[in-house]
T-cell receptor
Framework: DADVTQTPRNRITKTGKRIMLECSQT?????MYWYRQDPGLGLRLIYY???????NKGEISDGYSVSRQAQAKFSLSLESAIPNQTALYFC???????????FGSGTRLTVV | RKEVEQDPGPFNVPEGATVAFNCTYS??????FFWYRQDCRKEPKLLMS???SGNEDGRFTAQLNRASQYISLLIRDSKLSDSATYLC????????????FGKGTKLSVKP
């Protein structure tokens, strides 16, 4: 099994729909992150969490919300999807401030 | 200076060539740096961590120059399988210490 698992892998949804992207990890790390990646813009941080009770906004949190259900689970929601949220979404985990990220395989989301 | 800036690329090189990527960063307090590799439509994967003056792993060498605030990645004897986008990653400012990703440099190794 992958260390960081994201579901779904691909999703097409309509404008205005609510959608949840899920992430779970088996690495036992406290820190979890949600990024989106767009061509030419690189990876941008949406939300991050350092433990179950600690949720923080990243640079592009508008239109998104998150839930840290457990140390191993961190979900991202789009309350009312819009076309410019079409992107590749990655969940990542990190052991601490000195370590690198481990990414999930990504969710390719298309909002039509 | 932007938080992290990479060579724009793309780099198109023949097999067996040596290629180097540079990356500059703005946070002089940064302690740990990383190079990630990302294949098309796949997740970024850690290639190398750079903690001190630099380190080597097979054909890959990462160098850190704190005085000039840049890191580099050198790939020797390029293989077709090295074709990918290489992301420079540095610590961001602030107490949270989140990582900042460069936009990446695309490498294409040709036969």
């Amino acid at each position: 099994d992958a260390d960081v698992t994201q579901t779904p892998r691909n999703r097409i949804t309509k404008t205005g729909k609510r959608i949840m992207l899920e992430c779970s990890q088996t690495k036992g790390h406290d820190r979890m992150y949600w990024y989106r990646q767009d061509p030419g813009l690189g990876l941008r941080l949406i939300y991050y969490s350092f433990d179950v009770k600690d949720i923080n906004k990243g640079e592009i949190s508008d239109g998104y919300s998150v839930s840290r259900q457990a140390q191993a689970k961190f979900s991202l929601s789009l309350e009312s999807a819009i076309p410019n949220q079409t992107a590749l979404y990655f969940c990542a985990t990190r052991p601490g401030q000195g370590g690198g990220y481990t990414f999930g395989s990504g969710t390719r989301l298309t909002v039509v | 200076r932007k938080e992290v800036e990479q060579d724009p690329g793309p780099f198109n090189v023949p097999e067996g060539a040596t290629v180097a990527f540079n990356c500059t960063y703005s946070n002089s307090a940064s302690q740990s740096f990383f190079w990630y590799r990302q294949d098309c439509r796949k997740e970024p994967k850690l290639l190398m961590s750079v903690y001190s003056s630099g380190n080597e792993d097979g054909r890959f060498t990462a160098q850190l120059n704190r005085a000039s605030q840049y890191i580099s990645l050198l790939i020797r004897d390029s293989k077709l399988s090295d074709s990918a986008t290489y992301l420079c990653v540095v610590p961001g400012g602030g107490s949270q210490g989140n990582l900042i990703f460069g936009k990446g440099t695309k490498l294409s190794v040709k036969p």
